[in-house]
């Protein structure tokens, strides 16, 4: 009776999250496709690519935090599956303690590859027109580190299996930048203020919303005092694995922007940049359906409930490709007309990047569904092996056909390498795990 009552609780909260943030999803897009025109009406077009380019490098950098965030994750959600608080804030404490180190060394290192001038030197010798502007993106570079303890609280979130309230976090940020911009427009900024405000803004909320949930959640936390070594030494070892995991993921699937500065103009980047932000919203919706269910995993895992591990898994990728697809053949059909309007006609997508970005997001639903499984389940050898082989032959395949295709040339070299690497291995081996006792 108490195994049915905690696998009705633990669906009741992926059920939840996804109902609770489905609004605050609608209104983070809304507010992040308002926000594209006002900067596109305020910048040049090169500018704007630049923009563009720039910010969404922070998804591709989610792995500077060494996979502490990630790590800290787990182990707080297994110490709250057999409600030991005490061990989870200890936990919190140290992962802070490392994540604020990682800030200082990311701030230092950052500054010296700047001055010693290693950083225009590696910008000029790739042929990105960012080498122009390289004191604006140093400075964004250097202020990344301090995203990386202010944004730890998502994690957090997700472990107290609070996933609605992470995507609440994310409006915030969405409206804020929002108003910031337009402001920005308003007053004719220029392109280093739109860029490293983005950065600073959200260290500013997602700053604000840890100290409130620190005091709400872990009260008795100090990050003064005794350091435990053993703890600390478990924490960084489980970040290496998903330290690997995470910057092979993430520049394999977030290098396309980077990789087209080299080989194609600004009004090309531009194009596939906004166009990309379109289909975002499949990537962002599915994050929401998927999202709550790494930790709901983790904690069935705990409790040894494997029966419901099953059922879950595949009742969210059903419904996590229902609406990939849906939402992917919308997109394709009425792409241009958002893009119109969104803007300003200054954007127009061809037909056959339309309909590969669709693909794409569709396989990514389906690759985010299989690592929210494996990750709860702690099998990361597998994805960091799969992952590194998709790094060295995903990214040459991209490079090499974006010099011989041009605009298309990323998107089918990522398609080409995840569905024969990625998608193949890893359906053949969850297909065996499930069938299997676990």
Not at 117 to 122: N, S, T
Not at 222 to 230: F, P, R, V
Not at 337 to 360: S, Y
Not at 416 to 421: A, E, G, R
């Amino acid at each position: 009776m108490r195994s049915k009552y905690l696998a009705d609780r633990r669906q009741h909260l992926i059920d939840k999250a996804a109902k609770t943030g489905l609004l605050a999803r609608a209104l983070s897009i809304g507010a992040n496709l308002a926000t594209v025109p006002l900067v596109m009406s305020a910048l040049s077009i090169s500018d704007f690519a630049i923009w563009a380019t720039t910010t969404s490098l922070l998804t591709m950098m989610q792995f500077l935090d060494f996979g502490i965030g990630n790590s800290a994750m787990g182990r707080v959600t297994e110490a709250l599956a057999h409600d030991d608080h005490e061990r989870a804030t200890r936990i919190v404490r140290h992962a802070y303690l490392v994540l604020g180190s990682i800030a200082v060394f990311f701030l230092f290192v950052g500054s010296l590859f700047y001055f010693s001038g290693m950083l225009e030197a590696m910008a000029l010798r790739s042929g990105s027109f960012l080498a122009s502007h390289i004191d604006l993106v140093a400075s964004f570079v250097m202020c990344y580190g301090l995203v990386i303890p202010a944004t730890f609280v998502q994690r957090l979130l997700f472990a107290h299996q609070r996933a609605g309230s992470a995507t609440i976090l994310q409006l915030a940020f969405s409206l804020s930048y929002l108003g910031f911009a337009a402001l920005l427009a308003w007053q004719a900024a220029d392109l280093a203020v739109f860029v490293l405000g983005y950065v600073l803004l959200m260290v500013v909320v997602y700053g604000s919303y840890s100290l409130h949930h620190l005091r709400q959640h872990y009260p008795d936390i100090k990050l003064s005092g005794n350091i435990d070594y053993d703890l600390t030494t478990s924490l960084l070892k489980g970040a290496g694995l998903f330290f690997l995991l995470q910057i092979t993921v993430s520049i394999v699937y977030n290098s396309d922007n980077v990789i087209l500065t080299t080989v194609a103009s600004p009004d090309d980047v531009a194009t596939y940049a906004t166009t990309w932000r379109m289909f975002s919203i499949v990537v962002m919706v599915n994050s929401l359906i998927l999202g709550p269910l790494w930790p709901a995993v983790a904690d069935a895992k705990a409790k040894g409930d494997f029966n419901w591990l099953r059922s879950a898994y595949l009742e969210n990728l059903k419904r996590s490709m229902i609406a990939s697809i849906f939402l992917a053949t919308l997109l394709v059909m009425i792409g241009n007309i958002i893009l119109d309007i969104w803007t300003g006609e200054k954007v127009q997508a061809p037909a056959q990047l339309l309909w590969l970005l669709a693909i794409w997001v569709i396989l990514e639903g389906y690759g985010q569904c299989m690592a929210m499984l494996l990750n709860g389940l702690q099998i990361l050898h597998l994805q960091i092996a799969v992952a590194s082989v998709m790094l060295i032959v995903g990214t040459g395949l991209k490079i090499y056909l974006a010099g011989s295709i041009g605009l298309y040339g990323p998107i089918i070299g990522t398609i080409i390498s995840f569905t024969l690497i990625v998608g193949i291995t890893e359906t053949v081996f969850i297909h065996r795990l499930l069938k299997s006792k676990l």
